[in-house]
């Protein structure tokens, strides 16, 4: 039996399995490792973004900034409108933005005791009438009899008087006489003694005489005198009765027609129709009309000591929000250099009820008043990051600012880090 060879079974090409080089069969061959294209954009991107927050902390000067709370309102101050007295709110005419004229009506008041005070002195003016037509008829027909009888006694008197200053002068001529005659023997001494006893006496009647004339003339100067104070202080009676009936007819019609002292609009109103309203309460308040804005701020007195004038400002009215419209740029024009307080502040804005709202929306207690003055471009605010709202700022309305007082570099932040990390105290 022959052995039997048997042939190599070739398998099909295709049934092969498909053989690579392995790590195992080719350790000598080294292949090159590629870091994916996402990681590196991302490190292309974190590597730029440093870059640039690096330029940026080096470059850009970071505003250090206090805020502060006040009123915007219009130069030079608020006109405030109060009443004259206690009363009743009957009726309002006017309502929030209204622009008004001088004089003109805002509201009408229930009063009654001004128009107690106005009766009482109409009868009072009355009376002083009554009582001057009395002093103009009575008073001068009596005092005018008195005068013309004084006259008369001081013509009598000063007829007498001249005759007896004739019979002096004659009896004074006499006694010369007389005297030669006593020293020729013609009459005795006793006969001279007695003609000038006589002379004397009628010297004495003289004088009585003369100052008789003269009382007579200072009672007539005197009863001239009582006839002109009588008169004028019946007209005077008459005058300042007449003007306190005047001043209440004023003070009523003030108080009845509450009107408005300047042209301008209205930004406050206090009271409405039906409230009960008290002597000096602030009713309405008016702005003035065609005059820029400027501010008022409350800042702590602790950042009131860094800023200084001419300091940049961002201020943000309650009526345009800064996340929409940004600020108004301002920049400060004054800075107190005392606390102020609550009446200060409402005699520099105009209105009390104002700077009630501004202080107590703020915290601060010894606040410093800061004057803030808007930036305008042909009459226009100039705002930041935007053209402002489509609608007017009105004066008179509750405000923020920003008073930039310091510009820092951001690294400056990061320095004291670094060298508490690296230990280098000269980084």
Do not use: C
Request: hydrophobic share 35%; proline share 6%.
């Amino acid at each position: 039996m022959k052995p039997t060879h048997e042939e190599p079974k070739i398998k099909s090409k295709e049934f092969l399995p498909e053989t690579g080089i392995t790590s195992e069969d080719s350790e000598d061959i080294s292949t090159p490792q590629i870091i994916s294209p996402p990681i590196t954009i991302a490190l292309g991107i974190i590597t730029t973004g440093m870059a640039l927050l690096l330029i940026w902390s080096v470059t850009y000067r970071l505003p250090i900034t206090t805020k502060a709370k006040g009123l915007l309102y219009q130069a030079p101050r608020l006109r405030s409108v109060k009443a004259f007295s206690d009363g009743l709110l009957i009726k309002l005419r006017v309502k929030n933005g209204d622009r008004v004229k001088k004089n003109e009506e805002l509201a009408r008041l229930d009063i009654k005791d001004i128009t107690v005070l106005l009766s009482a002195a109409n009868t009072q003016s009355e009376l002083a009438t009554q009582n001057t037509k009395t002093a103009q008829e009575l008073i001068p027909k009596e005092l005018n009899q008195q005068i013309i009888a004084n006259e008369k006694s001081i013509a009598d008197t000063l007829l007498n008087l001249k005759q007896q200053e004739n019979m002096l002068e004659k009896q004074l001529s006499n006694i010369l006489k007389y005297e030669k005659l006593k020293k020729q023997k013609y009459i005795s001494e006793v006969e001279f003694l007695q003609y000038k006893e006589k002379a004397i006496n009628l010297q004495n009647n003289i004088g009585q005489a003369r100052a008789k004339y003269n009382s007579l003339i200072a009672k007539r100067n005197s009863t001239r005198r009582e006839l002109e104070n009588a008169l004028n202080s019946a007209r005077s009676n008459q005058a300042k009765t007449d003007a306190d009936a005047q001043v209440h007819a004023n003070k009523l019609q003030a108080a009845l027609n509450l009107t408005s002292p300047i042209d301008g609009s209205v930004v406050q109103i206090a009271k409405w129709p039906g409230d009960l309203v008290e002597k000096g309460d602030e009713l309405f308040v008016i702005s003035p009309n065609g005059s820029k804005l400027t501010g008022a701020f409350l800042v702590s007195g602790n950042a009131a000591g860094r800023i200084k004038v001419g300091d940049e400002a961002l201020i943000s009215p309650s009526s345009a929000p800064p996340q929409r419209y940004g600020y108004i740029r301002g920049i400060v024009k004054s800075i107190s250099p005392y606390p102020t307080n609550q009446p200060a502040y409402a005699g520099l804005v105009g209105s009390q009820t104002l700077a009630e709202d501004v202080f107590n929306s703020q915290e601060q207690k010894l606040p410093i008043l800061v004057v803030v003055e808007p930036i305008y471009n042909k009459d226009i605010l100039t705002w930041s990051g935007s053209s402002g709202p489509p609608w007017p700022i009105k004066s008179g309305i509750l405000t923020e600012v920003k008073i930039v007082y310091q510009h820092r570099l951001p690294i400056t932040y990061v320095i004291p880090w670094i060298r508490k990390i690296t230990g280098v105290s000269n980084f």
